[in-house]
């Protein structure tokens, strides 16, 4: 009973009531006290007992504090009741009745029933952690108690609740929307776990599933948009859909690149190839996928990823080593560039000017100064004069 | 005595069992795909009885477009993933963000030369809405906050630095450690900082600062006026708004130069 703190009983902001019965005792442990007659109230954030004779009188204690719940039944003389098994109190504590009690367990008697449906309500709010949402002016002490494997419900239910206060002044379309985007979301969790079950089948039989039923499941991955839990695959999230795509793309961006000296930046490419689609447009992360499938399906283009992280279309038959040769004549004959610079002169976006620059830098044949007025390349002049 | 377990019989028999357990596995493996197969197709139903209530929805409001992809992200699906998924393609979220994401490209394309590749949300957003024109829908910041997160995948360094009470968008491959995110965001009051105050605020010793304003020179970032009072200050043309504001013409230009 020392977890317990006096209360006003007003609930705080973000905090809402649950379920509340009367003629409710508590006990400390297998000791009676004088709280004998009262009524429970079960808040989002708190168990909350005020006397029923004396209105003053009124406890809480966070839910929080609750480890776990057990229901004993009624029997002959007796009313049901809750054990509830507590945590030790917080050093942070506000004062309460008891200072002490050498019980970790609380019990709630029902003298005038109503155990079934409180303990049903407890229960889902222990399981929700409503609280852990929506802080409220309280010290509320937050578990650090991590239950692996528990699906958070939380962010539903705590959307849910925002949108009942706004439901008097939106459009009643909205709730109808939310309410069918509930149920839609309930039918998708379901999907989830399906796939994550599927998903342990499959990586605890390495080489016993077939190729094709892995690219089946990617492709059911692919439709719902759940990550691939499988990772580590040849050929990353590729599904037959990307395979396609890789082809089309092929087709798509031959003229392009060889317009644009046969390597463009795979942000060009994404607005190039959504420009010209209008409709049915792709993701970015369809677009890496299908490039990564470029080479393994022998097509003309490549992906290429410099050490930067830019990433790139080139043309097979680009070679950037070759390009970076007349770079460094370019820059040999300016005396010095830099990637602005470079790009004017030559014609390309900045970004691939600087990584040229850089690779040529890389493969010896440009020096760097960076300064403050910018990065800029000559040539390296260590190599070619002894 | 019978030695159980033991001999080439018992050795036979095991394998038998391992094989008949593989081919077990291989079934229920099947066997959940199959039945994967058969939700799969319900739920699309579902979803195509969803969209034609409420694709309107999705399209016109963007508060229902957040509570929708928060409750997606939620239970550990992304609607954005691909536009082969069942979310683009019926309910349209798909290429409503992927367009946002060419539309953001180019902004931020166009704009670099001012800016460095550095640019706050909130111009981000105008300069978005300018380009869609008036009849098109509306688009929120969230919304170009999710599309910039999905833009990050194809590594021309797009980035999201939260500053002040807001976010500054990086568009470059630069890289921007600790150090600079907090000059970044210690500059976002005034639109420009100094050397003294980031020693005051921050409690650096001035090489540490002097590195970091540096590294937003070189990369554009910043731009620095010597003729301030005082010392010199370090300014980002990023959160300098004002400057864009003003639709200056090359006479006007001219002619504010003494």
Redesign the interface.
């Known amino acids: 009973m020392d977890r317990f703190a006096w209360t006003s009983g007003l609930l705080e902001l973000g905090e809402t009531l649950v379920v509340q019965q009367r003629g409710v005792r508590l006990c400390d442990g297998e000791e009676k006290v004088k709280f004998d007659s009262g009524v429970l109230l079960l808040s989002t954030h708190r168990l909350i007992w005020r006397d029923q004779k004396n209105h003053e009188c009124c406890i809480a204690i966070p839910l929080s504090q609750i480890v776990f719940i057990e229901e004993q039944a009624a029997g002959i003389g007796k009313s049901a009741k809750i054990v509830a098994h507590l945590h030790p109190a917080s050093s942070n504590k506000e004062p309460g009745p008891f200072q002490s009690s050498k019980y970790s367990y609380i019990k709630l008697s029902f003298k005038e029933h109503g155990q079934i449906e409180f303990f049903r309500r407890l229960s889902e709010e222990i399981t929700q952690r409503r609280w852990e949402n929506m802080p409220t002016g309280q010290t509320i002490q937050v578990n650090k108690d991590p239950q692996a494997g528990r699906i958070?419900?939380?962010?539903?239910v705590g959307?849910e609740r925002k949108?009942e206060e706004k439901r008097k002044e939106t459009d009643k379309?909205?709730s109808e929307?939310?309410e069918?985007?509930?149920k839609?979301?309930e039918?998708?969790?379901?999907?989830?776990e399906?796939?994550k079950?599927?998903a342990n089948?499959?990586k605890?039989?390495q080489g016993?599933?077939?190729e094709d039923?892995t690219i089946?499941?990617k492709s059911?991955l692919?439709?719902?948009?759940?990550?691939n839990p499988v990772t580590r695959e040849t050929y990353g999230s590729g599904t037959h859909?990307h395979m396609q795509l890789a082809k089309q793309l092929a087709g798509i961006l031959q003229t392009p690149l060889e317009e644009r000296g046969g390597i463009m930046?795979?942000?060009e490419v994404?607005?190039l190839v959504?420009?010209a689609r209008g409709?049915?447009?792709?993701?970015?992360?369809?677009?890496?996928n299908a490039c990564k499938m470029l080479e393994s399906l022998k097509l003309p283009l490549r992906l290429r990823?410099f050490d930067?992280?830019?990433?790139v279309i080139e043309l097979q038959s680009h070679n950037e080593e070759e390009m970076v040769a007349s770079a460094l004549e370019t820059v040999s004959e300016k005396g010095s560039l830099t990637a602005d610079e470079f790009a004017k002169l030559v014609g390309m976006s900045?970004?691939l000017a600087k990584e040229r620059l850089l690779l040529a830098e890389k493969m010896g044949h440009l020096c760097r100064d960076?300064?403050?007025e910018?990065?800029r390349f000559y040539p390296n002049l260590f190599m070619t004069q002894s | 005595m019978h030695r159980r377990g033991v001999g080439a019989g018992a050795i036979a028999k095991k394998k038998l069992a391992e094989a008949k357990y593989k081919e077990r596995g291989t079934v229920l493996a099947e066997d959940q795909l199959a039945q994967m197969s058969k939700q799969l197709d319900m739920f699309k139903t579902n979803l195509e009885e969803f969209a034609s209530k409420h694709k309107q929805e999705i399209r016109k409001n963007p508060e229902f477009r957040v509570q929708f992809q928060d409750m997606c992200a939620t239970i550990g699906v992304d609607p954005l993933a691909s536009g082969k998924g069942f979310w683009s393609e019926m309910l349209g979220v798909g290429d409503f963000y992927y367009e946002l994401g060419v539309q953001i490209i180019e902004v931020c394309l166009a704009l670099k030369h001012q800016n460095g590749g550095l640019i706050t949300l909130e111009e981000l957003h105008q300069q978005v809405l300018k380009g869609r024109g008036k009849f098109a829908q509306d688009v929120s910041q969230d919304d170009l906050l999710r599309a910039i997160k999905k833009l990050k995948v194809l590594g021309s360094g797009f980035g999201i630095i939260p500053v002040g009470g807001t976010y500054l968008v990086q568009s470059v491959p630069a890289e921007l450690n600790m150090d600079h995110t907090v000059v970044l965001q210690l500059a976002e009051k005034k639109g420009y900082v100094t050397v003294s105050e980031i020693r005051s605020s921050l409690k650096w010793e001035t090489e540490r600062a002097k590195q970091v304003l540096e590294h937003l020179l070189k990369e554009g970032m910043a731009w620095l006026d010597t003729q301030a009072a005082g010392e010199p200050q370090y300014w980002l043309p990023a959160l300098f708004t004002e400057l864009y504001s003003q639709e200056i013409t090359p006479e006007e230009a001219q002619e504010a130069i003494p």
């Open positions: 958070r419900a939380v962010g539903i959307i949108l379309n909205i929307a939310f069918d985007l509930s839609l979301m039918k998708a969790k379901e999907m989830v399906l796939s079950s599927i089948k499959i605890e039989k016993d599933i077939t039923e089946r499941f059911y692919l439709s719902m948009g759940i990550a859909y930046s795979l942000t994404y607005c959504n420009r409709l049915e447009l792709l993701s970015p992360e369809d677009l890496v990823i930067s992280g830019v990433m900045v970004l960076d300064s403050v910018g990065l």
